[in-house]
């Protein structure tokens, strides 16, 4: 499996490629349980090329620094945002310092408009810090995305 995923493959048919996307997305999601030492950078070298959600996924399940890179520019697409988020909110405190570089919790990163925002109410008070939700804003992108990419 770590092979099909290690190569790339040009689909023109978008209902062939919407196919092979689905089960790219589930062999990567298969792998993780694996722990082989090779599927790591495996999955941050496919993260570069198709940031799908399974890909995401299975990269932010390993909690390692050097995915955050790769998790955040998968926050400008549409089809890998939500694991990104889920990625990125587990990965806790160790994720913020890339975060406010790539200018998310004060804008936003790339053209696309996410916020860092904390999930509180008045009868609680502030939230502990691992507690922080991702949020669509209309503040426009700053064109910076504050370091290093995926």
């Given at each position: 499996?770590i ?6 493959r ?13 089960v ?20 941050l ?22 995915a ?32 406010l ?31 922080w ?18």
């Amino acid at each position: 499996m770590i092979e099909f995923l290690s190569s790339p493959r040009e689909v023109a048919d978008p209902v062939n490629r919407t196919g092979e996307e689905a089960v790219i997305s589930a062999a990567a999601r298969a792998l993780v349980d694996s722990r082989d030492d090779r599927v790591l950078p495996r999955l941050l070298e496919l993260a570069k090329r198709q940031p799908l959600a399974g890909v995401i996924d299975a990269l932010g399940s390993y909690r390692r620094a050097e995915a955050i890179p790769c998790l955040i520019t998968a926050l400008s697409e549409d089809y890998s945002r939500r694991a990104a988020e889920v990625a990125l909110l587990r990965m806790g405190p160790k994720a913020r310092p890339a975060l406010l570089r790539s200018g998310l919790a004060s804008g936003a990163i790339g053209g696309m408009g996410i916020a860092i925002e904390p999930q509180s109410s008045p009868q609680r008070g502030p939230p502990p810090s691992s507690n922080w939700r991702f949020v669509p804003t209309t503040i426009p992108a700053s064109g910076s995305d504050g370091g290093r990419r995926c």
